[in-house]
């Protein structure tokens, strides 16, 4: 049910990212859809590679489950943590031009289903690492 929920928030933040107008003039919402679209296709490949049951045909499948979730629960942190960072400069009017087309909300929106997602990939990461440990 983790897989599926981090499924759903990262395409949710890589779309309502890329949506918005000028998300290519900055590097931290650049990295949010980078980051979107990667967990999405790795969640897809663990969903579909759980049906196809994996776990049983791969050795080593625990570990490397264990290092994947701890890699994208990390870097989807820190992509959030640098969309908030651009959108609070929105806010303070430090960077008056980064909302100009009125998409701000998109921006906030990408940031927040970012974080959400890193949340529910850490929770991921840490099933992962017990299953490691009971292997």
Do not use: P
Not at 86 to 91: A, G, N, P, V
């Amino acid at each position: 049910m983790l897989r599926l929920a981090s499924w759903f928030c990262a395409m949710i933040a890589f779309a309502a990212t890329s949506d918005g107008k000028g998300y290519d003039s900055e590097s931290a919402f650049q990295f949010v859809v980078a980051m979107g679209v990667l967990v999405w296709l790795y969640e897809m490949g663990v969903i579909v590679g759980h049906f196809m049951d994996l776990q049983n045909k791969v050795s080593k499948y625990e570990l490397v489950m264990f290092v994947a979730d701890l890699f994208f629960a990390l870097m989807t942190f820190i992509a959030a943590i640098a969309a908030a960072s651009k959108c609070q400069e929105k806010i303070t009017g430090t960077n008056d031009k980064l909302c100009d087309h009125g998409d701000g909300s998109n921006f906030e929106a990408g940031a927040a289903f970012s974080f959400f997602t890193s949340f529910i990939l850490m929770g991921s990461t840490y099933l992962s690492y017990l299953s490691w440990r009971t292997a």
